[in-house]
């Protein structure tokens, strides 16, 4: 490596941790100036103020080809603080996919009692709102326990940045909603999320109802109280029909009593907090006869006990997979480097997606 090179990484070095530092500080006096607009009843844009800020700083860069740079990194900056203080002043951004009173709506609240729930119209969507800073988490289901794994998050999480900062599980109960005035005798026909019609499958067989499929179980709620219809009933939860002004007609008409979705919660910064115990890593292994084997008996021999082991076909290469580990402990230690590091000789791609407090219910 040239001396050039090596300087130059020297200082570059020396200004980040400069300017990260540097960083805080200005965010801390962000805090104070929203304090000032909170107090004031001031918008936290003023445009004027900024653009007599970069003007001023803008000057002290006199190579006029780095000014320009200067400037489009000073508009970031100040982005950057008013986020920040819109975070401050609305609460916390949490994006789910669906409308208000699917399960996902129910989750975030549950989760982020203040927060600001955000809704999209899928699970992608909700994923790159964080991506783009629109939101600062997003709350996604990754599995049922009556349908399993939610193979679209699971993707999303293997192929983008976001880390899993929680795993929480919520106890899904389906029930029959209809119209205020509606009995259980005036219901012929039921709408919900294909899922909740299959774990309600013995019920709706029992009562000989006819069957609509919907995107989810919140629009198949609405989609009741808009019909003005008494025979139309929806299969959805309580939260669900409290929103949307139906009454529920029959409680828990579920199959099994154990109906589980664990939500996922994804941000920019990976957490690190003795409350999260476990771990979620991510890899493929090499195209050989043993390799999976062999990244399982690492994974052992280091003592770390695996709690959940799938497989998903990777989108671009046919007929090749990655795979989706949850495991006891975190691996900020000694013993999870030196597994890490040998791990990673028989992965192609080995990713620490995250940790999270096992068994958490909300």
């Given at each position: 490596m040239s001396n050039k090179l090596e300087e130059a990484r020297r200082i570059i070095n020396?200004?980040?941790a400069e300017m990260a530092a540097l960083f805080v500080k200005r965010m801390r006096a962000a805090e104070l100036v929203y304090e000032h607009k909170k107090e004031f009843g001031l918008p936290i844009l003023d445009q004027k103020r900024e653009d007599a800020v970069i003007e001023k700083n803008a000057a002290l860069v006199e190579d006029d080809i780095l000014k320009g740079y200067y400037i489009d990194y000073l508009k970031h900056l100040m982005s950057v603080s008013r986020a920040y203080q819109y975070r401050m002043q609305s609460g916390l951004k949490v994006a789910y996919s669906g409308v208000e009173g699917a399960f996902a709506h129910i989750a975030?609240?549950?989760?982020?009692?203040e927060g600001n729930r955000v809704s999209y119209s899928d699970?992608?969507?909700?994923?790159?709102?964080?991506?783009?800073g629109e939101s600062d988490v997003a709350v996604l289901p990754i599995e049922n326990s009556y349908a399993g794994e939610v193979g679209q998050t699971i993707d999303l999480i293997f192929s983008g940045g976001l880390f899993i900062n929680g795993i929480y599980e919520l106890e899904i109960h389906q029930n029959l909603l209809g119209l205020p005035n509606a009995t259980v005798e005036d219901?012929?026909?039921v709408t919900s999320h294909p899922q909740a019609l299959s774990q309600c499958?013995?019920?709706?067989k029992m009562r000989g109802l006819e069957t609509e499929e919907a995107n989810n179980t919140a629009l198949a709620a609405k989609t009741v109280a808009e019909s003005n219809d008494p025979?139309?009933?929806?299969?959805?939860?309580?939260?669900?029909?409290?929103?949307?002004?139906?009454k529920v007609i029959e409680a828990n008409i579920n199959k099994s009593g154990e109906n589980t979705t664990r939500f996922a919660v994804l941000s920019k910064v990976k957490a690190a907090s003795p409350a999260l115990s476990s771990t979620v890593l991510m890899f493929t292994v090499k195209h050989e006869a043993g390799?999976?084997?062999?990244?399982?008996?690492i994974i052992g021999r280091y003592g770390y006990n695996m709690t959940a082991l799938r497989s998903r076909p990777m989108k671009k290469h046919s007929w090749q997979y990655y795979f989706y580990v949850e495991i006891d402990d975190t691996l900020d230690t000694e013993n999870g480097t030196q597994m890490i590091a040998e791990l990673?000789?028989?992965?192609?791609?080995?990713?620490?997606?995250?940790?999270?407090?096992?068994?958490t219910e909300i």
């Amino acid at each position: 490596m040239s001396n050039k090179l090596e300087e130059a990484r020297r200082i570059i070095n020396e200004v980040d941790a400069e300017m990260a530092a540097l960083f805080v500080k200005r965010m801390r006096a962000a805090e104070l100036v929203y304090e000032h607009k909170k107090e004031f009843g001031l918008p936290i844009l003023d445009q004027k103020r900024e653009d007599a800020v970069i003007e001023k700083n803008a000057a002290l860069v006199e190579d006029d080809i780095l000014k320009g740079y200067y400037i489009d990194y000073l508009k970031h900056l100040m982005s950057v603080s008013r986020a920040y203080q819109y975070r401050m002043q609305s609460g916390l951004k949490v994006a789910y996919s669906g409308v208000e009173g699917a399960f996902a709506h129910i989750a975030a609240g549950r989760i982020f009692p203040e927060g600001n729930r955000v809704s999209y119209s899928d699970f992608k969507a909700a994923y790159e709102a964080v991506v783009r800073g629109e939101s600062d988490v997003a709350v996604l289901p990754i599995e049922n326990s009556y349908a399993g794994e939610v193979g679209q998050t699971i993707d999303l999480i293997f192929s983008g940045g976001l880390f899993i900062n929680g795993i929480y599980e919520l106890e899904i109960h389906q029930n029959l909603l209809g119209l205020p005035n509606a009995t259980v005798e005036d219901i012929k026909k039921v709408t919900s999320h294909p899922q909740a019609l299959s774990q309600c499958h013995d019920y709706i067989k029992m009562r000989g109802l006819e069957t609509e499929e919907a995107n989810n179980t919140a629009l198949a709620a609405k989609t009741v109280a808009e019909s003005n219809d008494p025979s139309l009933g929806a299969i959805a939860s309580v939260e669900t029909a409290e929103i949307y002004g139906l009454k529920v007609i029959e409680a828990n008409i579920n199959k099994s009593g154990e109906n589980t979705t664990r939500f996922a919660v994804l941000s920019k910064v990976k957490a690190a907090s003795p409350a999260l115990s476990s771990t979620v890593l991510m890899f493929t292994v090499k195209h050989e006869a043993g390799s999976l084997a062999e990244a399982i008996g690492i994974i052992g021999r280091y003592g770390y006990n695996m709690t959940a082991l799938r497989s998903r076909p990777m989108k671009k290469h046919s007929w090749q997979y990655y795979f989706y580990v949850e495991i006891d402990d975190t691996l900020d230690t000694e013993n999870g480097t030196q597994m890490i590091a040998e791990l990673s000789k028989v992965c192609d791609q080995l990713k620490m997606a995250g940790t999270f407090a096992p068994h958490t219910e909300i």
